[in-house]
Structures are given as C-alpha cells and as structure tokens.
C-alpha cells in the first residue's frame, strides 16, 4: 500500500507550472528587450559566451527540484505489513441544543460556536472512545451516530446551525431519550450522555428520560450555557448579517437566560456532574477528565498497516539536482555548441 502521510502538501505542486510561466515570461521579456538593443547578429557579439540551452537546461532542474521537494515533504509511505490492535474505550453522546436561543452572544462568539469548538477539541483528543453526535431543538436527530472515525465526525459537526432542526423549542428530554436509544448494546462498554444546552424552555418529561438513561447504566453529565441574567437572541439574514433581535408578539425584545437548576438537577438524577460553560474554559474537557478515569471496554479488533517512510528517494535527487544547477554556468561549452545551433537557441 502507498499513501502520502502530509498530502495537504501536495497543494505546493499547483506552483510548479506558475514557476514555469514566470520562466518562460521573463525570459521572453528579456529576449524583447534585447531586440529592441540590438538586432541578432549583434546580440552574438555583445554576448559572445551566452548559451539560451543552458539558461533553460538550468530552469528545468530547478523545477524538477522543486517538485521533488514538495513530494518529499508530503512524505511518500509504504505498507510494509499490519497487524490486530484492540480497540477499547467508552461510548459518549454528545446531544447539543441548536435552538436559537443557543445564539446568544453572553459566550463568544456564540453559546452555540463555543460548544462546537469544544466538541471539537474534545474529538481531537479521543484515542479509542466513541463518540456520537444529537442536535435537537424543537425535536432530536442524530447528527452523526456512534464512531471512531474521528474525521468524519469533524466534518458533520462542522455543518451543524440552527437550521439543523426545524421545529424550535428544547427538547431535552426527547434527546436523552435518542441516545439511549441509539447506544450499541451489543458492546459492554461503559456509556455516557453529555448534553450542552442553555436549559431554557425545556419540555418533555426530563426526569422520565433521566431515569430510563440511569436504569441501563448510562451516566449523564449537563454543560450550561449562557448567563442567568438574561441577553437578547440575535436574528440574521441569509448572508449571515445580522438584522436585530427576537421580539415576542407584543413587540418586546426576547431575553434568553440559563436555566442551571434543572441542569443540576439532570446531572444528580444522572449519576454524572454539572457544569457552568464560560468564556475562558473548555468544560468539555473537564468531563472527558472525569470519563478518562471509567474503566476502559474491548469492544472490538481492527487491523492496522504499518508504514514506512520513503521521502528520502525524492529528497536525495532534489538535492543532487540543485547542486548540478548551481556548477553549471549559463556560458556556451564545446559539449552543447552544436546542439545550441541545431535548436537555434544562439
């Protein structure tokens, strides 16, 4: 097997044929400039030595360095050979409130980008655990459902908005209920539920759902948002603009507060902590902290493949390559006279 382990440098190679054009346009601007000087019989006479063959043979190693050299860099791998690692760890879903209230601006940027940001720290550390993603508002939908592909679960919580649910609301309970419902059973591992919300305007019977969650041993850790006082909701257009606030029927300003007595409350029913989300702290890992320390599961074998390193073939040529074009001068030699007339490159 081959793969690249820093393909993203592989982008570099998009500046090998604009380095090429440079060549060829300097060159050309160069060959203008001296027509306008002196005509060709003229030109062998002021620059009696100078050899267009060499000047290009030179450019051409330069590129083919170049080009090397970004290869390298992305450092070439080859399968030398795999073998069987356990897989252990625990299950965690994360139901995250995606209800506009989760836009308030009490955390920067927002209740709701702080949490992803978090989350996403949160995936970069995992080793082993699975990880689940439920967004609800109004009404819960798995986002993504337990993994260990860490990379695609970046990917669809990068997508995740307020429109990731249409029915507004907070239905916390119906999101408790989801992710007891869409743990794998058939694993013995040990199972979280982290939810992130603001806590407000909750419906559904909460503590039912808690209580179903504790009954097959999931703990349930809560994460507030926002603060008790209270901050407008913001409202934007479909450039991402914003053009004020929520208003209630009577015109008034909506004010968003947190709701941390019924969080407590979730997370003491459910054998697991709460926390208060703020700015400068990431609560996320706090509770990964504390689930590090539950006693990691087998759940299952997965064969990996050894890789070696190869840059070093390309290195070695890029390096041979630009030293041969630094000793070679642009003057004509005996060796590349001839080829020099029969190109008409004098």
């Known amino acids: 097997m081959f793969r690249f382990a820093h393909p993203e440098y592989l982008y570099g190679l998009y500046a090998i044929p604009v380095i090429a054009f440079l060549f060829w346009y300097l060159t050309s601007r160069r060959k203008k400039q001296l027509r306008r000087f002196a005509d060709i019989k003229l030109q062998q006479v002021i620059l009696p030595d100078y050899s267009r063959f060499k000047y290009w043979l030179k450019s051409s190693l330069i590129l ?29 879903y994360i139901c995250l409130d995606v209800s506009l209230s989760m836009t308030a601006q009490d955390i ?14 949160l995936i970069n550390k995992l080793h082993g655990d699975r990880i689940g993603l439920i967004v609800f508002a109004g009404d819960a939908y798995v986002q993504f459902p337990i993994t260990t ?54 419906q559904g019977d909460v503590m039912a759902a808690v209580k179903k ?8 850790y809560t994460i507030g948002l926002g603060t008790t006082d209270g901050v407008p909701i913001p409202l934007y257009n479909n450039n991402g603009q914003q053009t004020g606030y929520k208003k209630d029927r009577n015109g008034n300003v909506v004010l968003t507060k ?42 299952g074998v997965k064969k990996v493949t050894d890789y ?27 060796l590349f006279a001839k080829l020099n007339e029969k190109l008409g490159l004098q």
Do not use: C
Request: hydrophobic fraction near 40%; avoid cysteine.
């Open 258 to 299: 947190l709701d941390p007595a019924m969080l407590q409350k979730i997370a003491s029913a459910g054998n697991g902590k709460y926390f208060h989300g703020a700015n400068d702290q990431d609560q996320l890992d706090k509770i990964y902290d504390d689930l590090s320390s539950i006693k990691k599961t087998e759940y």
């Open 108 to 121: 920067k940027p927002s209740r709701l980008e702080k949490a992803k940001y978090d989350i996403s720290n």
């Open 149 to 202: 592909d860490y990379a695609a679960a970046s990917l669809f919580l990068s997508s995740v908005n307020t429109n990731s649910v249409p029915e507004q609301g907070t239905a916390i309970a119906s999101a408790i209920n989801l992710a007891t419902k869409s743990f794998d059973y058939k694993m013995n591992t040990e199972k979280a539920i982290v939810i992130i919300t603001d806590g407000e305007d909750h």
């Open 308 to 334: 070696a390193d190869r840059f070093y073939y390309l290195l070695l040529p890029a390096v041979i390559l630009l030293i041969a074009e630094f000793f070679i001068s642009e003057r004509k030699s005996p």
């Open 64 to 92: 083919l360095a170049l080009t090397l050299l970004i290869l390298a860099a992305s450092d070439p791998q080859v399968g030398t050979g795999t073998h069987e690692v356990k897989q252990q760890g625990i299950d965690v």
């Open 213 to 220: 969650a504790t009954s097959k041993g999931i703990k349930i």
